[in-house]
């Protein structure tokens, strides 16, 4: 005969980061999408503060003031294809570090449902550096490949 498991009783308190220090205090996620740029950063000690933002150069621009207000250095983004291009140069040129992040490697994680809860998934993971940034070369390496790619389509 089967057992049956114990059932939880009441609310439980979970501290699923508990013994951990945070590396990136001014740490923010980003979740990009074709439509809204949802952007969360740190509250106090124990909030996020998301917001969305849309995706034309005069928002990518309001994404950096809203968060040079919460004193961010390092920003975390997540993006299917290449909606992340605009907004990752935009930021480098506020002068925030920039990491762009494998969208393969946050999927492995299951109950994310949303774009905030990705956003703010990926902040957590960021502010305790468990996030790795996918190759992006520098801005001057960007250019040139971009203009030889260009210049061998009509070779």
Not at 22 to 37: M, P
Not at 99 to 104: K, Q, V
Request: hydrophobic share 35%; charged share 25%.
């Amino acid at each position: 005969m089967k057992q049956r498991g114990r059932r939880t009783k009441g609310m439980e308190e979970a501290h699923p980061f508990a013994g951990m220090s945070q590396v990136n205090k001014d740490a923010a996620g980003v979740d990009i999408g074709a439509e809204e740029i949802v952007v969360c950063v740190a509250g106090d000690e124990h909030t996020q503060i998301v917001k969305a933002f849309g995706n034309y150069t005069v928002d990518l621009q309001n994404i950096g003031k809203w968060l040079h207000e919460y004193d961010v250095k390092t920003i975390a983004m997540e993006s299917t294809g290449v909606y992340w291009i605009p907004l990752f140069e935009e930021m480098e040129r506020q002068g925030f570090e920039c990491l762009l992040i494998s969208s393969r490697s946050l999927r492995r994680v299951s109950g994310r449902k949303s774009d905030i809860q990705d956003a703010q998934w990926i902040q957590t993971l960021h502010s305790y550096g468990l996030l790795e940034s996918s190759f992006r070369p520098q801005a001057e390496l960007v250019g040139l490949r971009t203009m030889l790619r260009h210049r061998s389509q009509f070779w």
